[in-house]
């Protein structure tokens, strides 16, 4: 039987509110979930939507597996501090992102 720890139930909880705000910011376009983003931004709000939701999403579904990490194994001590780093440079990435958005001059 598998035997969850308090700290696999943890990341679970945390991943799984996280891949449901990314959905819902990526697939609802529910941008007001966002601080500090409104709706007279000069960076069109599905940019963001999309941007926002990849990165949520991919750092929610991170969290659920060392969620299953945990669980299935003993990791390194060290993994937590290897999944904020990943986090501080998504976080960083999406940024740089929304920073320098450019609209197509096509249009």
Request: no cysteine; proline share 5%.
């Amino acid at each position: 039987m598998v035997d969850f720890a308090s700290v696999a139930v943890e990341w679970f909880a945390v991943g799984a509110l996280l891949v449901a705000l990314g959905a819902l910011i990526k697939f609802r376009q529910w941008t007001f979930l966002l601080a500090g983003y409104d709706q007279t931004s000069p960076v069109p709000d599905d940019f963001v939507a999309d941007v926002a939701g990849n990165t949520i999403l991919r750092i929610g579904l991170a969290a659920v597996g060392l969620g299953v990490a945990f669980t299935l194994a003993d990791p390194p001590s060290y993994l937590a501090t290897v999944f904020e780093v990943a986090v501080l440079l998504a976080v960083g990435r999406l940024i740089y992102r929304l920073h320098t958005y450019a609209p197509d001059s096509a249009a």
